[in-house]
Protein backbone atom coordinates (compact mmCIF):
# COMPACT_ATOMS: atom_id res chain seq x y z
CA UNK A 1 0.00 0.00 0.00
CA UNK A 2 1.95 3.00 -1.28
CA UNK A 3 1.07 6.21 0.65
CA UNK A 4 0.05 5.60 3.98
CA UNK A 5 -1.62 8.65 4.92
CA UNK A 6 -1.26 8.08 8.34
CA UNK A 7 1.99 7.03 7.66
CA UNK A 8 2.70 10.54 6.02
CA UNK A 9 0.85 12.38 8.68
CA UNK A 10 3.09 10.93 11.44
CA UNK A 11 6.32 11.58 9.14
CA UNK A 12 5.13 15.22 9.14
CA UNK A 13 4.40 15.37 12.71
CA UNK A 14 8.13 14.12 13.29
CA UNK A 15 9.61 16.67 10.99
CA UNK A 16 7.42 19.76 12.12
CA UNK A 17 8.52 18.30 15.92
CA UNK A 18 12.51 18.36 14.43
CA UNK A 19 11.93 21.76 13.07
CA UNK A 20 10.37 23.11 16.00
CA UNK A 21 13.63 21.95 18.25
CA UNK A 22 15.80 23.82 15.60
CA UNK A 23 13.35 27.12 16.49
CA UNK A 24 13.87 26.27 20.11
CA UNK A 25 17.87 26.59 19.46
CA UNK A 26 17.08 29.84 17.43
CA UNK A 27 14.63 31.39 20.12
CA UNK A 28 17.30 30.90 23.21
CA UNK A 29 16.77 30.81 26.60
CA UNK A 30 12.95 31.82 26.72
CA UNK A 31 12.00 29.36 23.94
CA UNK A 32 13.61 26.56 26.02
CA UNK A 33 11.39 28.02 29.20
CA UNK A 34 8.02 27.79 26.50
CA UNK A 35 8.97 24.36 25.42
CA UNK A 36 9.74 22.86 28.95
CA UNK A 37 13.29 21.86 28.76
CA UNK A 38 13.31 23.43 31.78
CA UNK A 39 15.01 26.17 33.68
CA UNK A 40 18.52 24.57 34.12
CA UNK A 41 18.49 23.99 30.23
CA UNK A 42 17.37 27.83 29.89
CA UNK A 43 19.92 29.45 31.94
CA UNK A 44 22.69 27.53 30.14
CA UNK A 45 21.08 28.94 26.84
CA UNK A 46 21.74 32.33 28.52
CA UNK A 47 24.90 31.41 29.83
CA UNK A 48 25.92 30.78 26.14
CA UNK A 49 26.93 26.75 27.47
CA UNK A 50 26.80 25.21 23.82
CA UNK A 51 24.98 21.69 25.72
CA UNK A 52 21.27 23.40 25.30
CA UNK A 53 21.70 23.39 21.49
CA UNK A 54 23.67 19.95 21.16
CA UNK A 55 21.31 18.23 22.94
CA UNK A 56 17.95 20.29 21.70
CA UNK A 57 20.04 19.90 17.61
CA UNK A 58 20.75 15.45 18.66
CA UNK A 59 16.84 15.17 19.49
CA UNK A 60 15.90 16.84 16.01
CA UNK A 61 18.28 14.62 14.52
CA UNK A 62 16.73 12.04 15.62
CA UNK A 63 12.76 13.04 14.89
CA UNK A 64 13.96 14.06 11.33
CA UNK A 65 15.15 10.31 10.80
CA UNK A 66 12.05 9.00 12.19
CA UNK A 67 10.05 11.68 9.94
CA UNK A 68 12.14 9.93 7.24
CA UNK A 69 11.28 5.84 8.41
CA UNK A 70 7.50 7.19 8.61
CA UNK A 71 7.92 8.04 4.83
CA UNK A 72 9.91 5.33 4.02
CA UNK A 73 7.36 2.62 5.18
CA UNK A 74 4.64 5.21 3.70
CA UNK A 75 6.25 4.39 0.10
CA UNK A 76 7.22 7.77 -0.16
CA UNK A 77 10.76 7.30 -0.49
CA UNK A 78 12.84 4.68 -0.91
CA UNK A 79 13.15 1.77 1.91
CA UNK A 80 15.34 2.31 4.92
CA UNK A 81 17.14 -0.10 6.65
CA UNK A 82 15.40 -2.63 9.10
CA UNK A 83 12.29 -0.51 8.50
CA UNK A 84 9.67 -2.68 10.29
CA UNK A 85 12.18 -3.23 13.41
CA UNK A 86 12.84 0.87 13.44
CA UNK A 87 8.95 1.59 13.28
CA UNK A 88 8.27 -0.41 15.94
CA UNK A 89 10.35 1.21 18.06
CA UNK A 90 9.62 4.41 16.86
CA UNK A 91 6.10 3.64 17.54
CA UNK A 92 6.61 2.52 21.31
CA UNK A 93 8.78 5.33 22.02
CA UNK A 94 6.16 7.78 20.91
CA UNK A 95 3.32 6.11 22.70
CA UNK A 96 5.57 5.65 26.09
CA UNK A 97 6.33 8.88 26.12
CA UNK A 98 2.64 9.67 25.70
CA UNK A 99 1.18 7.60 28.02
CA UNK A 100 4.24 7.86 30.41
CA UNK A 101 4.43 11.92 30.86
CA UNK A 102 -0.10 11.76 31.13
CA UNK A 103 0.29 9.00 34.05
CA UNK A 104 2.67 11.27 36.18
CA UNK A 105 0.52 14.32 35.61
CA UNK A 106 -2.55 12.06 37.27
CA UNK A 107 -0.35 10.13 40.23
CA UNK A 108 -1.31 11.21 43.57
CA UNK A 109 2.14 11.58 44.85
CA UNK A 110 4.32 12.95 42.30
CA UNK A 111 7.27 13.73 44.64
CA UNK A 112 9.43 12.01 42.48
CA UNK A 113 8.11 13.60 39.34
CA UNK A 114 8.05 17.07 41.08
CA UNK A 115 10.41 18.95 38.47
CA UNK A 116 8.53 17.43 35.42
CA UNK A 117 5.39 18.60 37.27
CA UNK A 118 7.16 22.08 37.28
CA UNK A 119 4.62 22.78 34.61
CA UNK A 120 1.89 20.06 34.06
CA UNK A 121 0.08 21.95 31.53
CA UNK A 122 3.06 21.82 28.93
CA UNK A 123 3.21 18.51 30.27
CA UNK A 124 -0.27 17.18 29.98
CA UNK A 125 0.30 19.01 26.09
CA UNK A 126 3.35 17.41 24.88
CA UNK A 127 2.36 14.28 26.14
CA UNK A 128 -1.03 14.15 24.42
CA UNK A 129 0.87 15.21 21.07
CA UNK A 130 3.04 12.68 21.64
CA UNK A 131 0.25 9.65 22.30
CA UNK A 132 -1.51 11.32 19.10
CA UNK A 133 1.42 10.64 16.80
CA UNK A 134 2.43 7.51 18.66
CA UNK A 135 -1.39 6.42 17.29
CA UNK A 136 -0.75 7.51 13.84
CA UNK A 137 2.68 5.59 13.87
CA UNK A 138 0.84 2.79 15.46
CA UNK A 139 -2.01 2.48 13.15
CA UNK A 140 -0.11 3.56 10.00
CA UNK A 141 2.23 0.81 10.85
CA UNK A 142 -0.47 -2.29 11.01
CA UNK A 143 -2.17 -1.05 7.36
CA UNK A 144 1.03 -1.06 6.33
CA UNK A 145 2.86 -4.31 7.66
CA UNK A 146 1.78 -6.95 4.86
CA UNK A 147 3.70 -4.40 2.51
CA UNK A 148 6.97 -3.97 4.43
CA UNK A 149 9.76 -5.84 4.11
CA UNK A 150 10.95 -7.65 6.92
CA UNK A 151 14.70 -6.95 6.42
Known amino acids: MKNNKLLIAAGSASLLAAITHLLVIVGGPDWYRF ?16 YPALLTLAISAVLGVWGAYAFSAAGRIRPLPLLRTAMCLISFVYLFRGLYGLFIVVVDDYKFFEQVLERPVFMLVSSSIC ?21
Open 35 to 50: FGAGEQMAQMAAQGSS
Open 131 to 151: LAIGCLYSVGLIKQWPYLRST
